[in-house]
């Protein structure tokens, strides 16, 4: 078992694809025990970042550390105690269900044969089925098993839960991630890349949203939603025109304003009450709102 208190550093992290740029100067850090959200749109660089922790990617300039080691150094080590399911999943087609997790198995120290058994049962596999006649949603389930059966250190995940069913998905969420951090609390981390932000909201600690290779903005979720905030005020005529260099967005709209603002609610909020609206209400922002508002 790692020491480390960060289980994930990258530093100035830089790769490219021929002249293009898909990671540019990104850093991050994940402690120990934290589920840590990585967000962005399509081609942001998620992916191409979590290669390079893997070590299936060089880096051009700049670091990765993966339990205070270097992947490409010293790859063993780093993938014993690890378990990563990517975005896109594939077995050998003659195996069956049995024959993929028995294999996956003989790579590790150590199999959770219980929580095997448990999870076919969850997912309704049948493990005489061959892996080449398994749909989509489930070769991700099958993958996402080996992944926890194995009880890594950290678990890496890239669009988990692709392809699976909003029931499925959900139960996998937050029963299955929940339950596997919670078996050794403070000590298994989780990095998640995902666009389905809002299905994971009670689960993330902290968050890096990346944006063309840079992270934008990098939170604790607690903070974030502390500093994030939707503002609504209604009129009793058409709502002024307003210019408020404190809101990230305005949108008005007959009697009614809405602004979004990172911190300053409290000045926003003093300055629409001398406006004299009929009604002002505040709410805090979910996650995947607080996304979309850091990227507009």
Request: glycine share 6%; with cysteine.
């Amino acid at each position: 078992m790692s020491t480390e208190p960060f289980v994930i550093e990258v530093n100035h992290l830089v790769h490219k694809y021929g002249r293009t740029e898909a990671v540019n100067d990104l850093s991050l850090r994940v402690r120990r025990g934290q589920c840590y959200g990585f967000f962005g749109r399509n081609g942001a660089g998620k992916t191409t970042t979590i290669k390079c922790l893997l070590n299936l990617l060089r880096p051009v300039s700049g670091s990765v550390r993966v339990f205070g080691l270097n992947p490409a150094k010293e790859e063993v080590a780093v993938k014993s105690w690890l378990a990563y399911v990517p975005d896109y999943v594939a077995f050998y087609p003659w195996m069956s269900v049995r024959n993929v997790l028995d294999y996956l198995a003989s790579f590790r120290a150590h199999w959770n044969h219980k929580t095997e058994r448990e999870l076919l049962g969850q997912f309704r596999l049948d493990d005489t089925k061959k892996a080449g006649a398994l749909s989509r949603g489930q070769k991700t389930q099958l993958a996402l098993m080996g992944a926890i059966c194995a009880e890594p250190e950290l678990l890496v995940l890239d669009e988990p839960t692709s392809g699976l069913d909003p029931i499925v998905r959900r139960e996998f969420i937050q029963t299955i991630i929940g339950a596997f951090q919670e078996a050794d609390p403070g000590n298994r981390t989780v990095f998640v890349s995902t666009h389905l932000i809002s299905e994971f909201e009670g689960l993330i600690d902290e968050f890096t949203i990346i944006e063309n290779g840079r992270a934008e903005l990098t939170l604790g979720a607690d903070e974030a939603r502390s500093r994030y905030k939707k503002i609504r005020a209604r009129f009793a005529t058409a709502a002024p025109a307003i210019d408020f260099p404190e809101a990230r967005h305005i949108r008005r709209e007959g009697r009614e304003l809405e602004l979004t603002v990172n911190g300053h609610s409290e000045e926003v909020l003093r300055r629409l009450q001398a406006l004299a609206p009929e009604e002002l209400t505040t709410e805090t922002l979910t996650l995947e709102e607080i996304f979309v508002a850091a990227l507009r």
